[in-house]
């Protein structure tokens, strides 16, 4: 069995937390599936739900819920990262069947042999299973977690009958747009309302667009050289289009194209790397979000965007 080695909250995430408070992880940093490790700021509710959750799982899974680019698979990846815990992430869709998660039979050298997927792994050897964007999955072929959710073995048939018992530390995590109830709203195509079984074996924690002062910091530490004044103009920016894209305000207006927090960083970055072009800061929201929305929205973005920026939009960096 894998050693563990306990790691200080404080330093191990850079957050306040009381002296002492320490959290179990691995002690060997050398696994291929540990993610890697980026610059990242912790927010300290959720990590306190997440780190609780690796801690004592308690037969349940952890599934979490917000829109989209909020930093759901970041949150867990980084926490995975420096806990040296390794992670079998899958993106889901309408597809995928449950035998891609347990394993199956491949040609080899010419030879059939079954290959364990993820599933199967993260039971056997305690790691992460991470289902990205689980609501895009048949809700028939998930039931199927069901009972290896609450700690029961897995059987898997089509391999002699293997019995995996699942290992102390392994988890596994979802993520959704939705928590599982489908999505009224329209904007993200091809969820499915999910077995209630299923979701009732989860405990749900929802993640929203982090605060301006985390955003600022995030930045910050992807794009150093930036301007702190310019930072905090794009984050308004960010800030409007989602009140938008959430429909606060008035049922008119609303925007079906969103600035995640992956998309600010994106716009960020972009706006250093093109540093010198006319229109700097149009340029970069163009390629970062602008150019997949419908020409009205671009318009009414890019319009927001000036208007924050004032004579700073025409400007370099």
Known sequence: MTATQRFDVAT??????????????????????????KPYVFRPELLRDVLAF???AGGDGLFLTGPTGSG???????????????????????????????????LVEGSTRFVHGPLSAAARDGHLLV???????????????????????LVIAENG???IRPHP?????????????????????????????FMDRFRVVQVGYPEPDTEKDLIAAAVPKLPAEIIAKMILVAEEVRRLFLGA?????????????RTLVRWATLSLAFKGAPNVFEYALQQSLTARAEPEQREAIHRIAADVFGDYWGAKP
């Open 12 to 37: 191990t995430f850079n957050v306040k937390a009381r002296p002492g408070l320490e959290v179990i992880g691995f002690a060997d940093d050398t696994h291929p599936h540990i993610p890697v490790c």
């Open 54 to 56: 690796l801690h004592e």
């Open 72 to 106: 759901k698979t970041s949150l867990i990846l980084q926490i995975a990262a420096r806990l040296a815990w390794p992670v079998q992430s899958v993106t889901c869709h309408g597809r995928m069947e449950l035998a891609a998660l347990v394993g199956q039979f491949v």
């Open 131 to 153: 289902l990205n964007e689980s609501d895009l999955m048949d809700p028939a072929e998930l039931a199927g977690l069901n009972d290896i959710l609450e700690g029961q073995p």
């Open 161 to 163: 009958g293997e019995v």
């Open 169 to 197: 530390k392994f988890r596994v995590v979802a993520t959704g747009n939705t928590a599982g109830a489908g999505d009224r709203s329209g904007l993200y195509q091809g969820v499915l309302r999910q077995n209630l079984a």
């Open 249 to 261: 305000g008035t049922e008119s207006g609303e925007l079906t194209v969103t600035m995640s927090t």
